[in-house]
């Protein structure tokens, strides 16, 4: 294979790898072409159309953001709150967060 | 009847004809896939590919071409397979390299092991060059490399195979 090796031993490696490689496969050609013939003709698993997987996404992207919008309604809503009467109406640009049942948050946004 | 004329039948949907194309090649892809993926996963990966080549056999143009076309399929599949399950041993740790069969089939030299020293794609070029014989140009066309490549791979797995066979020949390898 190489000068540098023993031409030898290369030789005698490679009638080894040919009687390695010679030895009959365990399944005879007729079994294999019975089981390749078999598993060609079965029908593939059906799978779900491609369009499924980004619309089922979008549908539990939109069921989240439902839910999120309904959480933040819930937080700034007055009327469940002890001491809503006592708050400042809101203004333009002006958000309300209750910290905890007692704490209102007013913030006020502007363009710069 | 030659290959090409079952190809044509084959891609009619005649299943007929692809098992005699598959009872023709099998045992010459297996042989192919031993030398890639060790003895173990060789029939399966070639059924594998046939199952696949099958598949894809409409897109063949030249039915003469099923020979080499249906090698780089199985090829594909046993790098991928090779990849996965790489048993690749390092030089260092391939100490014993002799043959652990049985007395009756005992081997001088663990090929298998021997040939898990080099990547999947060298494995398969040195396959092709000491088996089957072929140029570099058709085993380029086999593979899908140019025929440099074929040259390079060989160059560097027989830059690996030497010194593990040194070393088979130190250890007392070499004798019958």
Redesign the interface.
């Known amino acids: 294979?190489?000068p540098?090796?023993?031409p030898e031993?290369?030789k005698?490696?490679?009638e080894?790898?040919?009687?390695?490689?010679?030895r009959?496969?365990?399944?005879s050609?007729?079994e294999?072409?019975?089981?390749?013939?078999r598993?060609?003709?079965e029908r593939p698993a059906r799978r779900l159309p491609v369009w499924l997987y980004p619309a089922a996404a979008a549908v539990v992207i939109l069921i989240s953001g439902i839910t999120l919008l309904r959480i933040d309604r819930a937080v700034v809503a007055p009327s469940d709150r002890p001491g809503v009467q006592e708050t400042v109406p809101l203004g333009q640009g002006q958000v309300l967060i209750w910290l905890d049942r007692n704490t209102p948050l007013y913030m006020t946004f502007q363009n710069p | 009847m030659n290959h090409a004329a079952l190809v044509l039948q084959a891609q009619g949907g005649d299943m007929d004809a692809y098992s005699t194309l598959v009872e023709l090649n099998w045992v010459r892809l297996v042989r192919f896939a031993r030398s890639v993926t060790g003895d173990a996963d060789a029939e399966d990966v070639v059924q594998d590919s046939l199952v696949t080549a099958w598949k894809k056999l409409g897109a063949l143009k030249s039915p003469e071409a099923f020979p080499s076309w249906v090698l780089r399929i199985v090829a594909r599949v046993a790098f991928r397979h090779a990849r996965r399950h790489s048993r690749l041993t390092p030089l260092a740790a391939a100490e014993n390299l002799i043959d652990p069969g049985s007395d009756r089939d005992r081997e001088w030299v663990d090929v298998e092991h021997v040939l898990s020293l080099l990547p999947p794609r060298q494995r398969a070029v040195m396959h092709l060059t000491v088996i089957e014989g072929m140029s570099d140009s058709e085993i380029g066309a086999s593979l899908g490399i140019a025929a440099a490549s074929v040259r390079s791979h060989r160059r560097r797995a027989r830059e690996t195979l030497l010194p593990a066979l040194r070393r088979m020949e130190l250890q007392g390898g070499t004798e019958s």
């Open positions: 294979m190489n540098m090796g023993n031993t290369e005698r490696f490679e080894a790898w040919k009687r390695w490689a010679a009959p496969p365990r399944q050609p007729a294999a072409a019975a089981r390749v013939a598993r060609a003709c």
